[in-house]
């Protein structure tokens, strides 16, 4: 049972009774992490089926839930540096806009976000630290199997909506990158500015002289980005606002999952950079 079928036997009100702060949350501790229906007093235990069996479960809640996709994702991990593992790093270094170290490490070298990435056959080094994050290793990893046939970008630049398949992503780009970035800049545009340099950010010329700053933000090699920044106008009580532009191209070098966490990381990144 997922849990959006699990929360009508709840009674969505978010009382907290459960020790959840909302309905939704305390079905997804249930039905993903193992916790206990019983804890919620509203609920008629003699409608589940045996899944909720309260003698088989488990107490872990939403740490299981968490612990199920960190799992997930270093499964992951290993399949994509499975894929990986069969290229022939020299060949296709020119192609994803990578230098090749040679035979003795035989490794992939290119930045990330402003880092020096070395990715091998045997595993990925940011800034020569051995890489924590799944979500970074996945998606360098999924970089470098999916781009190698990838054309180099012609920076004609387009929005994720004009981008195939893209209408469950567009919302997710917006809160998880856009909004985020204006939001943390807002009436700061000279600290956005002043940061842009450590994630290998250029500032651009104004394309439309309306947007308070404009940069072209080289995430991958072959993934650039243009983010355009307008500050917030109060007198005319226009809020800050962001915009993330592609290349018309992208989908050569990942897809669009890849891409809108891509965009994420670079949005995480400016943000601890600007506190």
């Known amino acids: 049972m997922q849990p959006l079928e699990f929360i009508k036997f709840t009674p969505r009100t978010n009382c907290g ?9 305390f079905a997804a501790a249930v039905t993903k992490g193992g916790e206990k229906p019983g804890k919620c007093p509203y609920i008629d235990q003699s409608l589940l089926g ?26 992951l991990v290993a399949h994509l540096k499975e894929k990986t593992s069969d290229i022939n ?47 970074d290793q996945i ?3 999924n ?9 180099e970008p012609e920076q004609e630049w387009i929005g994720m909506e004009s981008l195939p398949n893209s209408i469950s992503k567009i919302r997710t780009l917006r809160v998880y990158c856009e909004e985020r970035l204006a ?27 309306s947007c308070t700053a404009a940069f072209l933000v080289p995430v991958l090699p072959r993934l650039p980005l243009f983010v355009l920044f307008w500050d917030e106008e109060k007198e005319d009580n226009f809020p800050a606002k962001v915009k993330v532009l592609f290349d018309k191209d992208v989908l050569g070098f990942l897809d669009i999952e890849s891409l809108v966490f891509a965009s994420e990381r670079m949005a995480e990144r400016w943000v601890e950079l600007g506190k």
Not at 53 to 73: H, I, M, P, S
């Open 17 to 25: 009774e459960c020790g959840y702060a909302a309905c939704l949350a």
């Open 50 to 75: 045996d899944e909720f069996d309260t003698q088989e479960r488990g107490k872990d809640g939403l740490q299981g839930v968490a612990k199920l996709l960190d799992e997930k994702d270093l499964a």
């Open 89 to 135: 790093f020299s060949e296709v270094a020119e192609s994803v806009g990578c230098k090749w170290s040679g035979l003795e490490k035989d490794c992939l070298c290119f930045r990330f976000l402003g880092q020096d990435v070395e990715l091998s056959h045997t595993g990925i080094l940011i800034d020569g630290k051995k890489a924590e994050d799944p979500r």
């Open 139 to 141: 998606l360098l990893y």
């Open 143 to 151: 970089y470098i199997h999916f781009g190698a046939g990838g054309r």
């Open 183 to 209: 939001t943390h800049f807002t009436g700061r545009p000279e600290i956005l500015k002043k940061r842009a340099p450590v994630l290998d950010a250029a500032l651009q010329e104004n394309p439309d002289q």
